[in-house]
């Protein structure tokens, strides 16, 4: 691939809020989460882990804790992309605590390009309750919930919103 295929692939891929009434199948959702686990981690502790939510009834709940966001209880799958605090924080004491968020955000984008490339939609949902999702999903107080990545073949066109122009992000060597 060069790097006008690759900018075409990331301009084709936007979230998708509709989905298929249609299963991914298991081999294809194990592939995706293995692209996943390809994710670049410092020193290597891969401080994240994934819940897979396929259940119908815990996908409501967990729409209910994402602010009644419709689309968490529509996907067949929901990748809940967490933070593993324990892991980084053993190495890299408080600053494991940003890694750990960091490294679960790079997984989790792994995630969508993977799906992407199959041809699968995904949907990055960061506005939550945290708590709630812990509660629902009875995660560690160690684990820190990142993303509800919702998943499934887009029954809707992804369409990529304008942005910025990028030199309004740049800032040459300093700011």
């Known amino acids: ?3 006008s295929d690759f900018g075409q692939f990331l301009s084709g891929r936007s979230s998708v809020r509709q989905y298929e009434d249609r299963e991914i199948e298991p081999e294809l959702l194990e592939t995706i989460l293995k692209l996943g686990a390809r994710a670049p981690s410092a020193g290597n502790v891969e401080s994240w882990d994934i819940v897979v939510v396929r259940d119908p009834s815990v996908r409501e709940f967990l729409s209910d804790a994402a602010l009644n966001q419709e689309h968490i209880a529509h996907a067949p799958v929901v990748l809940v992309v967490c933070a593993n605090y324990v892991r980084s924080m053993a190495r890299y004491s408080e600053r494991g605590i940003l890694y750990a968020l960091e490294e679960a955000s790079i997984v989790a984008t792994y995630l969508m ?30 684990i820190r919930p990142v993303t509800l990545l919702a998943l499934g073949y887009g029954a809707e066109a992804a369409i990529s919103p304008a942005r910025r122009d990028v030199q309004e992000h740049i800032h040459q060597d300093e700011w």
């Open 1 to 3: 691939m060069n790097l």
């Open 113 to 142: 390009l993977g799906a992407h490339a199959a041809g699968l939609a995904t949907c990055w949902t960061a506005g939550f309750d945290d708590d709630q999702v812990r509660d629902i999903l009875k995660l560690p107080n160690h």
